[in-house]
């Protein structure tokens, strides 16, 4: 890598600072320090180390026969604000993909059938009475319960409650089994009730603090997003979401990227800076490093230099998922519902724990008179189905698609992607734990750590908590009252 440095700037020392992973995270820190450090005119070199030899975490976008097949994550929040912020500063806003709101829907699988989730239904809060009273999905106690939630008080003691505890309390058992969960595990792999409600979803402990009810802060919010909205509530990019990675890598630019660069430690160096030692051997000098593999690898990174900070991280627990994406003629499941796509229960006890329409969901998914369907399998409830080979990964999706939706002609093709330990969970105690960890990252200026295992999992709060970090650590090492 090399450990010499040169330059200045206005008798300046250049400073550098090492990002260490290339997830969306790592790329979004170091594409804000080369753009912050401009601002500023503040010289800076940064490098960012990524131990595969492509970028992007588990995004990853493969064209296939006139397929765009995502490996992972296919979509992200538009009411979450960072990504497309980076998207417009990148020059590629025009390139954001919407829903296709004609096929707009989500079917949960439930008694072994596929039951739309009723209109309104926002985020699991119902906020339309008609497609309530006339959904199959629920039992009229269980409708009447969940209709109770406008006059439940909310909760006042602080406690960090878990996501099941929540819904059970607001919206009743029925509305967790059959909504929350399915919908929960199709998006964070986890369980309920070890996932804790302020870290994973705090939007709904804030419309309880203000409104008192989650059907009055989801209308409150809805009417706002009727005034502002642009984007539909899920979207891509037109060739997929490795358009992002490419076009952050663009930015940062080849120079200031190491692939195939896996770092075994960071420790202190000379004159309050670090050395950063790669599994090569080589080492190199950085005023400021960023954290943003995995909670776990850094744990192991930052286990000679502090091990409570790394026993802290490894507190994190990941789960392990995998997507097989399937290729079919249309008129081979022109039979099945109209939507994205459907979520699949626990208590069905199936294999698969969703399957995305993707050619109905964004356009250009697939060759016209094609169809390409996307299964999850694993997470927190079936995590041994990862570890099984992609030829019986392959078996298990085709076989469950073709129960579920009578499909009886085997695929075109098959992609299969596994993701071992690649799901951070947020669980009861999570904000503590990030307590704790800040506060041993304090002993260390000019250290940061940024991924989706800290404050916010998806793409949007990933690119929020790389940017911060890219922030803190240049007002640490260049502060506001250096003139540079």
């Known amino acids: 890598m090399g450990g010499n440095r040169s330059g200045k700037n206005r008798g300046v020392e250049l400073k550098r600072v090492a990002v260490i992973g290339g997830g969306i995270a790592g790329l979004a820190a170091a594409?804000?320090?080369?753009?912050?450090?401009?601002?500023?005119?503040?010289?800076?070199?940064?490098?960012?180390?990524?131990?595969?030899?492509?970028?992007?975490?588990?995004?990853?976008?493969?064209?296939?026969?006139?397929?765009?097949?995502?490996?992972?994550?296919?979509?992200?929040?538009?009411?979450?604000?960072?990504?497309?912020?980076?998207?417009?500063?990148?020059?590629?806003?025009?390139?954001?993909?919407?829903?296709?709101?004609?096929?707009?829907?989500?079917?949960?699988?439930?008694?072994?059938?596929?039951?739309?989730?009723?209109?309104?239904?926002?985020?699991?809060?119902?906020?339309?009475?008609?497609?309530?009273?006339?959904?199959?999905?629920?039992?009229?106690?269980?409708?009447?319960?969940?209709?109770?939630?406008?006059?439940?008080?909310?909760?006042?003691?602080?406690?960090?409650?878990?996501?099941?505890?929540?819904?059970?309390?607001?919206?009743?058992?029925?509305?967790?089994?059959r909504i929350a969960e399915p919908l929960v595990a199709g998006v964070h792999a986890g369980e309920p009730e070890k996932m804790s409600l302020a870290a994973s979803f705090p939007r709904f402990k804030e419309m309880e603090d203000r409104y008192h009810s989650l059907v009055r802060g989801m209308l409150a919010r809805m009417k706002t997003a009727k005034i502002t909205g642009r984007w539909t509530m899920f979207v891509t990019f037109s060739s997929g979401l490795g358009e992002l990675v490419d076009a952050v890598e663009k930015a940062i630019g080849e120079n200031n990227i190491r692939k195939g660069a896996a770092v075994t430690a960071v420790e202190p160096g000379a004159s309050n800076a670090w050395r950063v030692i790669a599994d090569s051997g080589e080492v190199l000098d950085a005023d400021a490093v960023i954290l943003s593999a995995p909670a776990h690898a850094s744990a192991k990174i930052v286990s000679g230099l502090d091990l409570e900070l790394s026993s802290l991280l490894n507190t994190i627990p990941y789960v392990g998922t995998a997507t097989v994406s399937l290729a079919y003629n249309e008129k081979e499941i022109a039979g099945s519902q109209r939507g994205f796509g459907f979520v699949v229960p626990r208590i069905e006890n199936r294999r698969i724990m969703a399957v995305t329409f993707s050619s109905r969901k964004f356009p250009k998914r697939a060759p016209a008179g094609k169809a390409l369907l996307r299964c999850f399998i694993g997470g927190a409830q079936r995590p041994e189905l990862v570890e099984q080979s992609p030829e019986e990964l392959v078996k298990v999706a085709v076989e469950e698609v073709a129960d579920i939706l009578k499909i009886k002609a085997d695929p075109l093709w098959a992609r299969v992607y596994r993701w071992p330990k690649s799901m951070p969970q947020a669980n009861v105690g999570h904000a503590e734990l990030m307590r704790r960890i800040r506060s041993r990252l304090e002993k260390y200026p000019g250290v940061e750590i940024a991924g989706g295992a800290y404050e916010g999992l998806g793409i949007p709060d990933c690119v929020r908590v790389g940017e911060n970090a890219a922030i803190k650590i240049l007002d640490t090492i260049y502060p506001k009252s250096n003139p540079y």
């Open 31 to 177: 594409n804000k320090l080369i753009e912050e450090s401009r601002s500023r005119s503040a010289p800076l070199e940064v490098l960012l180390l990524e131990k595969e030899n492509r970028l992007g975490g588990t995004i990853l976008t493969e064209e296939h026969d006139g397929f765009v097949v995502e490996g992972g994550p296919d979509c992200f929040l538009s009411e979450k604000p960072w990504a497309l912020a980076l998207a417009e500063r990148l020059g590629i806003i025009y390139r954001v993909e919407k829903t296709i709101e004609g096929n707009k829907g989500t079917f949960i699988l439930w008694g072994s059938k596929l039951h739309r989730l009723p209109e309104g239904v926002m985020l699991m809060v119902p906020t339309r009475i008609l497609p309530m009273i006339t959904s199959s999905l629920l039992t009229w106690r269980g409708k009447m319960r969940m209709a109770m939630e406008l006059f439940i008080p909310p909760r006042t003691d602080g406690v960090d409650e878990s996501l099941s505890e929540f819904v059970t309390r607001r919206l009743g058992r029925e509305a967790l089994d």
